[in-house]
């Protein structure tokens, strides 16, 4: 069984040539001859039977893939769960990516197709470098994120506020006009929630180096809490390096962080 969210090629594919989403592993086929690539076991419930490499027809999965079999007559079960990121970066066996990502003023929007096929070799012993292959299913769907949400809290405060509280140029070297800049970020967050692991998910320019930490002018990320009512205020830094005047920073910024419970109000 092949899944991914591309089609496998009859002509011009090779099972061994898995997708980083793939139901396999490109690792799996190495030091293995082609007639071992479709061996099975008769009796997958047992251990060790699935998800290993001496029976590849149901061989090592990707971490988010699982497979099972619990019953001598129980169906061999696949079953996949993806995070946004790992779907974000769905490639194929060259590099290509799997999936479109469009964003207007509300949505972003995911978009792609998956694939389910049963695929046989023409020739159990040797590679003639063409396959049999029955399509199961092929299935499209969109996935849609609203890209600002207001959420208010029992007593009508915004749970998640960001603004943009300074932005300064630090110069490496006056002379040839090259340094970085920094746009320090200020996030309120109620409900004794705490923001943590920041990530610049996306950016305007690709020709500039972006990242995107606590800032440490004496703040390192802590949160400043309000006993009274349970709002964190914690500043953020995003630092370009790598450019050269006159550079833009028109366009959208996608930023994200993990929400965890402020370390000071646990009891609560």
């Not at 799997?98 to 207007?104: I, P, R, S």
Request: net charge negative; with cysteine; glycine share 6%.
């Amino acid at each position: 069984y092949v899944f991914d969210f591309a089609p496998f090629d009859s002509y011009n594919g090779s099972i061994d040539e898995a997708g980083t989403c793939s139901n396999r592993l490109y690792s799996s086929y190495l030091d293995k001859s082609f007639a071992e690539y479709w061996e099975y076991s008769p009796i997958p419930y047992a251990a060790y039977q699935l998800n290993d490499p001496d029976f590849l027809a149901y061989g090592p999965l990707p971490s988010p893939w699982t497979l099972s079999a619990e019953t001598e007559c129980t169906k061999v079960r696949y079953s996949g769960t993806f995070a946004w990121d790992e779907l974000r970066n769905c490639q194929d066996y060259d590099g290509n990516g799997l999936l479109n990502v469009a964003m207007d003023s509300e949505w972003i929007n995911m978009s792609g197709r998956f694939y389910m096929s049963v695929v046989s070799p023409l020739y159990m012993e040797m590679d003639i470098g063409y396959y049999v292959r029955d399509l199961i299913a092929s299935y499209p769907f969109k996935l849609s994120i609203q890209r600002s949400i207001h959420t208010l809290n029992s007593v009508g405060m915004n749970v998640f506020l960001l603004t943009i509280f300074q932005s300064r140029r630090l110069f490496n070297d006056v002379a040839d006009n090259t340094g970085s800049y920094v746009i320090i970020l200020s996030s309120q967050t109620s409900e004794y929630l705490q923001l943590t692991n920041p990530n610049l998910v996306s950016y305007p320019s690709e020709y500039a180096t972006w990242t995107v930490s606590a800032f440490s002018g004496g703040l390192d990320g802590e949160c400043y809490m309000n006993a009274a009512d349970g709002v964190c205020v914690q500043f953020w830094m995003i630092e370009i390096f790598d450019l050269e005047c006159p550079i833009a920073f028109a366009g959208s910024f996608e930023l994200e962080w993990t929400a965890v419970c402020n370390p000071n109000n646990v009891d609560d």
